[in-house]
């Protein structure tokens, strides 16, 4: 909880100006576990001396059809990172008093509300310190702390750390507004050791009549002799006489606690072990009296509830605590980490209107054990590093750049307006970008681009593969306009997508993100994938011709599959038919001839003839199929493949499914194949060519109608 104001009072202390605290940096870029800087660092290159890359020259070269593919950062592969200062929290006085507040004098502001005893108890403890002291106060006078000054002890040694824990309470209980009584009803709780310095903490917990207060601790750190050298305070040890009386029991707290978090009708009983339990909650449901501290001379007695549930939106864990005479509520909030967003989960709405949603940025459990949002509680994490890069300079830089940070109920709700510039709303556009990137890696994870298939994560969690590769993410990224593109190197480092600005499709003039059209985002990152997964991983297999058009095409149906809509680009084109394509993937007329012939050239033109073959893959076996056979047949493509090699690959994932009755009969493959000109006699010698294609649209003639293979 944080004090509404918070002061450092030093008793017979020097003072120390604003001016002597050290200063504040944050993170100007990413660093990996060891301390090594992620935001510039040496490109791995092919054997061509270029690193994976689509070529310059295929890039936007077609009208008014974007070349959304890789690119080649132009960074010097020897370029050294920037001399960064690590990222460190840097703890000094909250508010440093002008001048030091000597014993006698009237401390400012929160501490001047102590009383006549508390300032009487200080310079006792001062002399039992013999030397400077440091205190806290919170609200109204309230002790949060006191310390000796760097660490020094209060001089009362005990034989045990709690004999001498209870012994310092007892005899300087004035300081913490507790008369000799109230310090005896603290009992003791937590007694932990550090076996390296032999540092014990202690801590005692407030009671009355045996029944424990609300977070009414007080922990007393000793030395290896057991020595007192610091104290804290929770903030509601000062109880006074319970105002109510119990109408409540346990079971009947319970219920009511179920009642206000949304899970109504819990008829919960003891079980073998003396655990209340009920068949909705996850595991054993804790209730226990306390006395919970309101204000001033407002003392309820209580019934703390700790349950959790699992809800369609997963795992949920409540502490609730209840008015025992008549089950208000007291305090209730989430005691699970959990974080939210909202974002679009597809294309925004023509209208420029905002619909996005609420969605979980937890994570899949089973893709990502850490979660989407580490412990900065900002768009990082174990997958995805998120932020702005205005000057397209791929470095992280804190006082430049954005990183939002979630609130204090863990949600990521940013402001947007479709009808105003997208670099006014980067809060929002970061956030987009994080979601989607995340749930890319998740969905992904579960079709087989694990840790050990080479996906992108800081931590592998000892499943295999090389670590320390999260995505980088640029939202806002000033380095292009009107594309995007994902560089890919070799597991084990970081992949970036660069996410630019488009002003293509705005008749007004207003510039759109690509952070929020999320076809382009699963695009990029598919781009990712197939890199991993094509030929081993070398990432430099996907350079030729066809080979290049098929990473086109992988991205383009990944996008259209995970959004069921075979447009791609919907937002960024202003809602044209077909996107940034020439045809949307579920009506193209493009085959294989068409890239024999010439007509479709281009690089991302011949993408589509792939993308709209597995669309029809996907419209004929189903979405979840039609993707399991895609990132499995990536895995069975060879190096500088054909679109034949790639139609093979997935006919060899197709044959592994079967062994498991999950894949589809291999005739339907030949005919989807077949129509778009890849049929069993298509012959086609080399990925950098396409003269030589010759389609065909007969299936393989050991193909049997009748394969018990499960069909669609």
């Not at 509520?329 to 967003?341: A, D, K, R």
């Not at 069921?564 to 077909?578: F, I």
Request: aromatic share 8%.
């Amino acid at each position: 909880m944080r004090l509404a104001r918070r002061e450092i009072v030093r008793v017979h202390g020097s003072e120390k100006s604003p001016s002597d605290s050290p200063p504040r940096w944050g993170p100007r870029a990413p660093f990996d576990e060891g301390g090594q800087h992620l935001g510039r660092r040496a490109l791995p290159t092919a054997g061509n001396g270029r690193a994976a890359s689509t070529r310059a020259d295929e890039r936007g070269s077609h009208g008014s059809l974007v070349a959304l593919g890789e690119r080649t950062p132009d960074i010097p592969a020897q370029e050294s990172p920037i001399p960064l200062r690590p990222n460190v929290l840097l703890l000094g006085p909250i508010l440093a008093l002008a001048t030091a507040c000597l014993v006698g004098d009237a401390p400012r502001d929160s501490c001047a509300d102590m009383d006549s005893n508390q300032t009487a108890a200080l310079g006792a403890l001062r002399s039992s310190a013999a030397g400077t002291i440091d205190v806290a106060c919170g609200a109204k006078g309230w002790v949060r702390s006191v310390s000796g000054a760097h660490g020094a002890s209060f001089g009362m040694a005990g034989p045990s750390a709690v004999e001498a824990a209870r012994a310092f309470l007892a005899a300087h209980h004035d300081v913490f507004r507790l008369s000799a009584a109230d310090a005896a009803e603290f009992v003791p709780g937590r007694v932990d050791r550090d076996p390296d310095t032999g540092v014990t903490h202690v801590t005692l917990n407030r009671t009355k009549d045996g029944v424990a207060a609300f977070h009414g601790g007080i922990t007393i750190h000793l030395d290896r002799r057991n020595d007192p050298f610091s104290v804290v305070c929770d903030d509601r040890y000062g109880i006074d006489a319970p105002v109510n009386t119990i109408a409540l029991d346990p079971t009947q707290a319970i219920a009511r606690a179920g009642d206000i978090v949304g899970l109504p009708g819990l008829v919960p009983h003891l079980d073998g072990d003396g655990h209340y339990v009920d068949v909705r909650a996850l595991g054993p449901i804790d209730v226990r009296p306390q006395l919970f501290r309101v204000g001033k001379n407002d003392t309820r007695r209580a019934y703390q509830v700790t349950l959790a549930w699992k809800s369609d939106e997963g795992m949920r864990a409540h502490i609730i605590v209840l008015d025992a005479a008549d089950g208000s509520v007291l305090l209730e909030h989430s005691i699970l980490t959990s974080f939210q967003g909202k974002v679009f989960t597809a294309a925004p709405a023509l209208d420029r209107s905002d619909s996005r949603v609420v969605v979980s940025f937890d994570g899949d459990p089973a893709a990502s054990p850490a979660g989407w949002v580490d412990s900065t509680r900002s768009t990082r994490g174990n997958n995805v590093f998120a932020c702005t890069d205005r000057d397209g300079n791929n470095v992280f830089q804190s006082e430049f750049e954005t990183q939002p940070s979630a609130d204090g109920y863990g949600t990521f709700d940013f402001p947007w307006d479709g009808h105003k510039d997208s670099v006014q709303f980067a809060e929002a556009a970061v956030v987009d970008a994080f979601y989607l990137v995340n749930d890319f890696h998740d969905r992904t994870y579960k079709l087989g681009f694990t840790e050990s298939a080479g996906n992108f994560q800081r931590d592998n969690f000892g499943k295999g593969g090389n670590a320390n590769d999260m995505v980088l993410v640029d939202s806002i990224d000033g380095g292009g306009v009107n594309n995007s593109d994902f560089f890919t190197p070799p597991d084990g480092l970081p992949g970036r997508m660069n996410l630019y600005l488009w002003t293509r499709s705005s008749s007004d003039g207003v510039t759109e993100g690509a952070d929020f059209d999320p076809s382009i985002v699963y695009h990029e990152a598919t781009h990712g994938m197939s890199h991993r997964l094509v030929g081993g991983g070398a990432t430099t297999c996907l350079q030729g011709r066809q080979s290049g058009a098929l990473g086109e095409g992988w991205s383009d149906f990944m996008a259209g599959s995970f959004l069921n809509d075979p447009v791609v680009g919907r937002y960024v084109s202003g809602g044209a038919p077909a996107g940034i394509r020439r045809l949307p993937m579920d009506t193209s007329i493009f085959t294989y001839a068409d890239i024999q012939s010439g007509n479709l050239a281009e690089i991302h033109d011949m993408g589509e003839v792939w993308a709209a073959t597995l669309f029809d893959l996907r419209e004929r076996v189903g979405a979840p199929v039609a993707e399991q056979l895609v990132v499995d047949g990536m895995k069975q493509t060879p190096c500088n493949p054909t679109f034949l090699d790639a139609r093979f690959g997935i006919l060899i994932a197709n044959a592994i499914l079967n062994e498991q009755h999950k894949g589809v009969s291999e005739c339907v493959l030949w005919e989807i194949f077949g129509r778009r000109g890849m049929g069993f006699s298509a012959t086609s010698s080399s990925d950098n060519s396409t003269a030589d294609i010759v389609t065909a649209s007969d299936a393989d003639p050991n193909c049997d109608p009748s394969d018990p293979a499960t069909r669609p």
